[in-house]
């Protein structure tokens, strides 16, 4: 494939890889952690799995459904081929069919297997001279520090696997260089080199193998070296992601339940946001839509865009119970919900005007949307912060219709927090009851703002 240049560090290839780890997530392919019933649509588990006599197939799971007890079979296909036709499985189908679309349309692709029980794909970028991370499970590229600073993995080995060469690629993945060293018990380090070195060498001097292939790939694999052992483990001077490194979060395939019981799932770490009120607007509009998880603020008088953040975290205050936000893909559906064995959460937003500012808050609307299910419950309130000479006052108003609630009560505040508290139900999957801004990821859905803090300020001085 042709590298076609938009700038120094970017090319046409980067923006079609990552639409493509998009579009292979949310509509080519499908997560299985159970099926449902063949024969009744009931609920199944998984009741293991018996050796499949077929080439193609590695295992048949059974999963025996709860209400009719039928045994369903799920076939865990190792052809990519077939793959292409079932467009499910778990980490290794995505993987594996993944990287076979990838080559299909001319990148240069490779298999990269976790010891720790993951696999995903590299592709070597020819504009950027280096093995770029790609996992179609999570959507993400470029992004190696993921499992380990993102998951929580504990990591030990891990080998890419292509046509040409098998290599070890253990310290693109981790910056953690002593523990993985002393994970990494199965032979000596010795060991493994000559025996990588053996089979690609046996690989690359078969028949047939061209001769002009084989130098590119030994270059290549002298540059890869090169990067990892020039730089700290997880520091390839190329890789500009490892600068973010708070926006690695847990795992987000697979049940949250399983992912939990796996150690995958790690609630991102928070930092206090809030928003402040510049000086001089009468207005002031802040929204959040949680199909894009993205908050916008505008100047409601020019209708100015004033600033947008990204991702829920970066805009609240506050955040007890662990909240995460949840993506149905099988009904379409987005929303923030309480993490399982969490009976309480809590979300505060807080606005203020700047500090020295002579303006304060006349009037307060708030729209929101919020779902419940069984016995949860979504509760909001509304308090605002007046400054006094020796003490900082507050007051709190209840929100009897978060859809529809205004007030001047708060008439004089220089800061307001709007909260929803999460509570309410029992059993497994009370968490799921109380979903805020639950709304459709369908994009012809229409859709009203998942939050709206609306403020409307005056000037002392008038």
Request: glycine content about 6%.
């Amino acid at each position: 494939m042709k590298m076609q240049r938009i700038s120094d560090n970017i090319v046409f290839e980067d923006f079609f890889l990552k639409e493509l780890l998009n579009w292979f997530k949310f509509k080519f392919f499908k997560w299985v952690d159970t099926l449902s019933c063949h024969n009744c649509m009931g609920e199944c588990y998984n009741n293991g799995s018996r050796v499949s006599s077929y080439p193609q197939i590695s295992r048949i799971e059974i999963h025996k459904c709860k209400i009719c007890k039928y045994e369903n079979e799920f076939p865990r296909y190792t052809d990519p081929e077939a793959l292409l036709y079932s467009r499910k499985g778990r980490c290794g189908e995505w993987a594996n069919c993944f990287t076979l679309i990838c080559r299909s349309i001319g990148f240069d692709a490779r298999l990269v297997y976790d010891d720790t029980d993951h696999v995903w794909t590299e592709i070597w970028s020819v504009a950027h001279n280096r093995w770029i991370h790609a996992d179609a499970c999570e959507a993400v590229m470029d992004q190696p520090l993921i499992y380990e600073k993102g998951w929580g993995k504990k990591l030990s080995y891990i080998i890419a696997f292509s046509k040409d060469e098998i290599q070890d690629v253990t310290w693109r993945y981790t910056r953690n260089y002593e523990q993985a060293m002393k994970l990494r018990k199965y032979c000596s380090e010795e060991t493994l080199a000559l025996f990588l070195r053996k089979l690609n060498e046996e690989r690359q001097t078969s028949e047939g193998y061209s001769s002009v292939r084989r130098k590119f790939v030994l270059k290549r694999c002298v540059i890869e070296l090169a990067n990892m052992i020039n730089a700290p483990p997880g520091h390839e001077k190329s890789v500009e992601d490892y600068k973010n490194e708070a926006d690695y979060v847990g795992r987000t395939s697979g049940s949250l339940a399983w992912r939990m019981s796996r150690g995958e799932f790690v609630s991102p770490t928070h930092e206090v946001a809030q928003w402040y009120i510049p000086d001089g607007i009468a207005k002031f509009e802040l929204t959040y839509d949680v199909t894009t998880d993205t908050y916008t603020t505008i100047n409601i008088a020019t209708k100015e865009t004033l600033e947008t953040r990204q991702k829920w975290q970066k805009g609240v205050e506050h955040v007890d119970g662990n909240i995460f936000r949840k993506e149905e893909l099988d009904w379409k559906m987005v929303y923030l919900a309480r993490s399982p064995g969490f009976e309480f959460g809590k979300i505060t937003w807080t606005l203020m005007v700047t500090e020295n500012s002579k303006a304060y808050i006349k009037s307060v609307k708030l729209q929101a949307q919020a779902t419940t299910f069984s016995g949860a419950v979504i509760q909001w309130q509304v308090e605002g912060f007046f400054a006094g000479k020796t003490i900082e006052k507050r007051k709190v108003l209840a929100v009897d219709d978060c859809q529809n609630f205004e007030t001047v009560d708060l008439w004089g505040a220089v800061k307001i927090s709007v909260s929803a508290i999460l509570t309410g139900d029992t059993g497994d999957l009370s968490w799921q009851h109380a979903q805020l801004f639950r709304q459709s990821l369908n994009k012809h859905h229409k859709r009203e703002p998942s939050l709206l803090i609306q403020v409307e300020l005056a000037n002392l001085s008038g």
